[in-house]
């Protein structure tokens, strides 16, 4: 038979392949949507802290952040690193200025005295009450949120989350780092944003604390439709680079090797950009601002979302013949080990750590043949952790 025209071809190849390998993979264009319901309180400058940095009245008589609050929903978390040469304690403490009370409810809590910085999020999740625990703080009084004394040894990270809501009138917030609770005196002063350049070379300019209006950065139109004639690997996503010399983005690029997220353009050409957050910090005048020279060097942040949960939700719906296996990914970058807490398919949150340039499946799903399946994942990176990560979804089999 001759064929006539390339049409002509296409129709007969048409009617001649099976309905289930018709429905080949898609390409998905991928975005991040800001939210989670709550103000995220972040707090890793300085994050050495030295004796003078502590609160006690006969050593720094300093407040680490110091946040005014108004009333709403609030998740505090901090990350540093004990250089003091002696075991120090750490709180979060809420003081009502108001001329009446207010109300506090605390619906979860997580706190580490080592490097493993995605356990504390997997404390806090896996014992969390949306109602949370109230608490009346009379006018002019105030009340530990947290407070885990002598619990930090010498040149040891520690770090710690708290979720608590606020009702009545706006309140100040402080992370305080001391050596004796019995030494501190209310009377501590805020230190500010911390630009020194410690012992060790690290300049602490390159680290902040602030507060952004998110805690989810989240991920909602993965839908992909698969076919037996899509072999096993990474699913094709879609998203532009940011160019930080115009502004703005570029035409969509397509990835099959997954997205980066958890930093900056300016350290990763390829990073999806509109995941990353912005914060207002106490004491320096413009945003911590991804895409802007805006940190106390004059340099673009190294932020790396760290305290951002992760959302990342579609669909897969198989039209082929077999169960075919999926899994969402996070690689480590080639540097830095990643220590995440997370929720697997089963509900349960767990802690890990992701040695660098190494790949895990978080998440993990079947869709069988003829299916349609949703799923939704959550994780987040803790500190200390390296940023810069690979994020993707697979095909297994």
């Known amino acids: 038979m ?12 048409f009617l001649l392949t099976p309905f289930s390998q018709m429905l080949a993979v898609n390409t998905v264009d991928l975005a991040y949507v800001t939210g989670g319901g709550r103000s995220l309180i972040f707090v890793n400058n300085p994050e050495q802290i030295f004796s003078g940095d502590l609160g006690d009245a006969n050593y720094g008589d300093k407040t680490v952040m110091r946040t005014t609050g108004v009333t709403g929903a609030y998740r505090n978390f901090f990350e540093h690193l004990n250089r003091t040469g002696f075991t120090i304690g750490h709180g979060v403490q809420l003081y009502n200025p108001n001329s009446t009370a207010i109300t506090v409810k605390i619906n979860g809590s997580g706190y580490e005295a080592t490097v493993n910085g995605g356990r504390p999020f997997k404390q806090m999740f896996s014992n969390y009450s949306s109602i949370g625990t109230a608490y009346t703080v009379p006018a002019g009084g105030s009340r530990w949120l947290m407070r885990n004394d002598n619990s930090v040894l010498n040149n040891s990270f520690f770090s710690g989350v708290i979720d608590f809501t606020v009702s009545g009138g706006p309140v100040t917030i402080n992370n305080i780092a001391y050596r004796s609770f019995g030494a501190l005196d209310g009377s501590t002063a805020y230190m500010g944003y911390i630009q020194r350049v410690e012992p060790d070379g690290t300049h602490e300019a390159r680290v902040y604390k602030g507060v952004s209006s998110y805690t989810e950065a989240t991920a909602s139109n993965l839908d ?141 799903f079947s869709v069988p043949a003829g299916g349609f399946v949703t799923f939704q994942s959550r994780f987040v990176l803790g500190g200390p952790s390296g940023g810069n990560l690979v994020q993707s979804i697979t095909l297994n089999n």
Request: charged letters at 15%.
């Open 224 to 364: 992909f439709n698969i076919s037996d004639a899509d072999a096993a690997g990474v699913l094709p996503v879609r998203y532009p680079n940011y160019n930080l010399t115009t502004g703005g983005y570029g035409s969509p690029v397509t990835r099959t090797n997954g997205w980066v997220s958890h930093i900056p353009p300016s350290n990763n050409a390829n990073a999806i950009t509109n995941d990353m957050f912005s914060f207002l910090m106490p004491g320096w005048g413009p945003l911590i601002d991804p895409v802007i020279k805006s940190d106390g060097e004059g340099k673009y942040p190294n932020l790396g979302n760290w305290g951002v949960v992760y959302v990342t939700e579609g669909s897969v719906s198989n039209s082929g013949t077999r169960t075919r296996n999926l899994s969402l990914n996070v690689k480590a970058n080639p540097t830095s080990s990643a220590r995440i807490a997370y929720r697997g398919g089963d509900g349960v949150w767990r802690d890990l750590t992701i040695a660098a340039g190494s790949n895990v499946q978080h998440y993990t």
């Open 2 to 13: 001759k064929i006539k025209s390339s049409a002509t071809f296409f129709l007969i190849c």
